[in-house]
């Protein structure tokens, strides 16, 4: 076993609480999803928590971009432009 010692961000903390909330019966596709969703569980368990507001820049940035998609999207015809 391991005793991981774990700095989240306050927006993060909140996201995977949401994520909980939201998702009531979040379950497992294969072993390795329910490893994830157990260490997310517990990032998030109360009893874990051992310090609260322990400064520090926050860690999160958002970007929106809007991406306009063809109407045709078939890839028989030839004419659709695959941009990066």
């Known amino acids: 076993m391991k005793r991981i010692e774990l700095l ?3 927006y993060e903390y909140s996201q995977i609480q949401e994520i ?3 998702e009531k019966d979040f379950k497992p596709v294969n072993e390795k999803d329910q490893v994830i969703i157990k260490a997310l569980k517990e990032i998030i368990n109360e009893s874990n928590l051992k ?3 322990v400064g ?3 860690t999160f ?3 929106v971009k809007k991406i ?3 109407e045709n999207k078939s ?7 695959f941009k990066v």
């Open 8 to 10: 989240v961000g306050d």
């Open 20 to 22: 909980f909330e939201n």
């Open 51 to 53: 310090e609260e507001n």
């Open 56 to 58: 520090g820049e926050e």
């Open 61 to 63: 940035t958002t970007t």
């Open 68 to 70: 306009n998609e063809p």
């Open 75 to 81: 890839l028989d015809e030839g004419k659709v432009e």
